[in-house]
């Protein structure tokens, strides 16, 4: 089979890469440039464009860099600003995810003959029978599980998709780089959003970008103004650091933000928590049947939150969750992964929380 990896520089796709070579597949190797202005840090900065193609080259493959800046920009990095100007707080690499490596380069892998795209993400795909539905499921390290990130795959991505490290724990990952030689065995993993340099910070990066406004900070129970932020669009809904503790000792969090009001409301995790959660409307995929309304179902609201019990509803082309117990607020542009009740690790589709 030819495939096409998709190559960040980091150990799991290095060693994705790798696996699939001692497979005997036909391997080539692409690294995506996807951003124009100036980055230090994750998959968009020089030495990880170098760190991909000198594996390549250990690795004995072809490799090739796709510029996307502009693709990139308009799908993930325009839609990032916008949204915190709009009290919003997206996931730039689950919407690059969807708009980039598992749209654009999917399909320019297919239009290059490729069979298959690559990448190094901690999840597994499987296939119940010969042309029977693709299933995705939970990566095998749970302390490195990505299927939250890659969570809005369909079934027509899941047949063209394959991820080698799926089933190893990250442990193994880099035992098997050092086995191989690879320079990026020790290398660390990336934790920052790739657009945004290590000494800038969002505050700097959004503040070139967009205008700032303070708002007022408005307590939960008394209803009563509580402070100011001076910044409005970097507050996060959920967000605790910050703000200190109430009167009481209790940590605080941020329960909700109105751009338009320019209010910030704050309170206990017994104030601001919530039950339910509203998604965008159209933005529910799945990842092959969809679930019924009424459906129990297990949703997890960040890459490494802790999952809870649901049950969804679809009612009058609105999508909802009702979680069984109160967790706390989710901010809105946030994904929401929901998992199979039945079997927690299998994942059944997911949607934007608005």
């Not at 730039?92 to 969807?98: D, K, L």
């Not at 999917?106 to 539905?133: I, M, N, Y």
């Not at 329960?255 to 338009?260: E, F, N, T």
């Amino acid at each position: 089979m030819r495939v096409l990896v998709a190559m960040s520089g980091g150990v799991d796709s290095s060693v994705a890469a790798a696996c699939l070579l001692e497979q005997g597949h036909e391997v080539c190797g692409a690294t995506l440039k996807l951003w124009g202005g100036d980055g230090d840090s994750g998959c968009c900065s020089v030495a990880d464009v170098d760190d991909a193609r000198r594996v390549a080259q250990q690795l004995g493959i072809p490799h090739y860099v796709f510029d996307m800046t502009e693709a990139f920009s308009a799908a993930v990095v325009d839609p990032y600003v916008a949204a915190h100007a709009a009290a919003r707080t997206p996931n730039p690499c689950i919407e690059c995810n969807r708009r980039i490596k598992f749209d654009r380069l999917l399909d320019r892998a297919e239009r290059l003959s490729f069979e298959a795209l690559a990448t190094g993400h901690h999840a597994r795909v499987e296939s119940t029978s010969e042309g029977g539905p693709h299933r995705l499921r939970r990566g095998a390290d749970p302390d490195k599980d990505q299927s939250y990130v890659v969570s809005m795959l369909t079934q027509r991505q899941l047949a063209r998709v394959r991820f080698p490290i799926g089933p190893m724990t990250k442990a193994k990952v880099r035992a098997r780089a050092a086995e191989l030689g690879l320079r990026t065995a020790a290398k660390p993993d990336s934790q920052d959003v790739c657009f945004i340099r290590s000494d800038e910070g969002r505050a700097r990066f959004l503040g070139g970008r967009l205008s700032f406004h303070p708002a007022t900070v408005f307590d939960a129970t008394s209803k009563l103004p509580a402070g100011s932020v001076p910044a409005l669009e970097l507050v996060t809904v959920g967000q605790r650091k910050g703000f200190a503790h109430g009167p009481d000792g209790t940590r605080r969090y941020v329960g909700s933000v109105d751009p338009v009001a320019r209010t910030v409301v704050l309170g206990s995790v017994g104030d601001v928590a919530t039950d339910r959660l509203e998604l965008v409307a159209g933005s529910v995929t799945w990842t092959d049947e969809a679930l019924a309304d009424g459906a129990r179902a297990v949703a997890q609201t960040s890459a490494h939150g802790r999952p809870v019990a649901c049950t969804v509803e679809l009612r009058s082309g609105r999508s909802a969750v009702r979680f069984e117990r109160p967790v706390r607020p989710v901010a809105p542009g946030q994904t929401l992964a929901l998992y199979d009740a039945s079997d927690p690790d299998l994942v059944r589709g997911a949607g934007i929380v608005c």
